[in-house]
């Protein structure tokens, strides 16, 4: 089932009086249940596709339809609901409210979605020990490391039941002890439970991973595999 | 919500430094404003109560004329039925009415202008406490021999010889003068009034006896049982001569007055004065006053204005001048609104420095939070939310700091005000000088707590404007991109 379709997107950045050609015409869809990485080299326009699917940055030309809905056409507080209902994000670093533990993390976007108290305890202290965390429970960010971090976001991300994850370069700042380890998280999610995840990446163990991979250079597509 | 709490909470204490010094400012602005207005309005309540309440009234009734030439021919029509005009008027607590001019008093090596004022004994004492203004204590030479004997301290000894021959009518100002301790006073001011009492009588109905004021006892050197020769001039050039037995000894806060004022019974003085007129066939006899002193339950501007224009329609005659205490003493209304304006001011630039020192801490919040404030909206979170959350954290420090301002000022009010400073030397003097009791009281709680309430949170709201509009603008991608 086709979750995402970009038709010709194209997104510009006005840098003073030079125009920055981020994403040149792209046109791509995902399934449910993929298990895809975007590659490319810096600079490439990864970034800029991943923030566009997200709704956290509009196109300057082209359409993104999720599951039938064009976000082109919401409203800035429509998308906001929107994101919250369907899409989980997985940011390279400091994903984390500091103020929460890593279980008020979690139930943050489930207290967002209205879910009850004892829906949001179990969900999040269920989540968290998928993640492989339900020692740190209580633990405020500051307190995990940079791997744990990225798991807390990773169970946060799964915690609203989006329709797919979006992780840009959520490993960039993990050591390749924690790297394999999430990438194992994540990998079982989406075999286990379907869970779609559109990841970013420059690292080539990672991109080993994925079963599509993305080509994109000077923000076209260059290649799209998939194993 | 109570998520909402949470957060805002947390951040508050998330950086413990910078909260507690923006509370501790606010804390500060709060509670330096409430202790220099009420400083403030407590002397201008001590100015209008030695000047108005206890003595000229909040409403004052004269003859026309006598603004312009207040000499003792304009003086105007005395009557009882007058009186109860004006007492008609709902908002009037008492009228007082006194005849006062000018004359000589001679002692026996001594002579000094004074002013002679006709009262009637019970009505100015309802006024102006008369009676408790009698002098109970007087120290002299022999009362302190006689206390030494009684194991009083020698320090105390030593400072009851600086103020022999002074008056006292309050324990406090005594204890104060002696520079007494609580324990001290207790145990020393009932030795102290024993040796050193003073035997007073007030004024009775038709008495003939006067009271004179301390001030002036002193300078006269007279004494209670002592008599004092008056002369003068009286109604219409008639010479008006008199002996006069001394029933008691008065001190006046109003320190000019407590140099210069001799009470008389009204009648008394109406016949020295001669301010009487006779009707042609000789059968009426008008006597006359200098003014009618009005003073009133609610004192606000709105009801002084009020009661003067019920008064007027009451009394119904042109030959009257009916003022409010402003228009009646203009010099002094000037000068308390003046001085109000410093003082506004004052607290206006204070709380000024305050809000751009609250906008700083705010704004460097803000700028620090960018990244996850941008998480926060990119999961799913609406800008209304986090702009609830930033509004709690901020209303939280200024409502603590607004609370603990008020919390700590409360005994600095109840002290000051029951325990007023007493001015020394300079300030004192020029106080004296300006016709007022030389004190420092704080004002009671009033309607100025409110206006700091009210101060506060326009500033906290203010100050949000910048925040909130930060909020509303954030872009999320460059909030991520830190
Ligand atoms: N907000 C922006 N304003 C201006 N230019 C931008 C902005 N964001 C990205 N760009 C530019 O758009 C191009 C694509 O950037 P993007 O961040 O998408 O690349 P990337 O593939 O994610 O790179 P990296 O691997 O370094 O993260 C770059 O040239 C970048 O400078
Ligand atoms: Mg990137």
New interface residues.
Partial sequence: MKIIELKNLNKVYHEGEIDVHAVRGIDLSFQQGEFTAIVGPSGSGKTTILNLIGGLDNPTDGDIIIDEVNIGNLKSSALTDFRMKNIGFVFQAYNLIPVLTAKENVEFIMHLQGKSKKERTERALQLLKEVGLSERVNSRPAKLSGGQQQRVAVARALASKPKFILADEPTANLDSESTANLLDIMEKLNKDENITFIFSTHDSRVVNKARRVVTVEDGKVVSDITK | MK?FF??AW??VW?NKRRSLITMSSIFFAVFLALIMRSFQLGSYESMINSMVEMYSGYIQIENKDFPEDNTIDNSSEYSENIISKIESVENVKTVVPRLSSFSYAYSKDQSKGILFTGINPQKENEMTGLIKQLVNVKITEQAVNNIKQKNVPREIINKLLTIVNNYYSDDKILKFDLELSNDEAREYIPIIKKYAAYKNEYLKQNDKGVLISAGLAKYLKLDVGDSIILMGMGYHGVSAAGKFKIKGIVLLPNPKLNDMIIYGELNNVQHYFSTYTVSDDFKDTTFLLSTYAVNLKNKDDESIANSRDEIIKNINSDLFLVRGWKDANKELANQIKSDNETGVLMIMLLYVVIAFGVLGTVLMMIAERQ??MG?????????T?LALIVSIEMAFISFVALVSGILVSVPFIILGNIFPIRLKGEMAQMMISYGFEPVMPLAWFGSYYTDQVISVIVIVLLVMIYPLISINRLE??KA?RG
């Avoid at chain 2, 998480?375 to 800008?383: D, F, L, P, Q, R």
Wanted: charged share 45%.
């Fill in positions: 998520d949470k957060i947390r951040n998330r990244r996850e998480v926060m909206i990119a999961v799913g979170m609406k800008k939310k999320i991608i991520l």
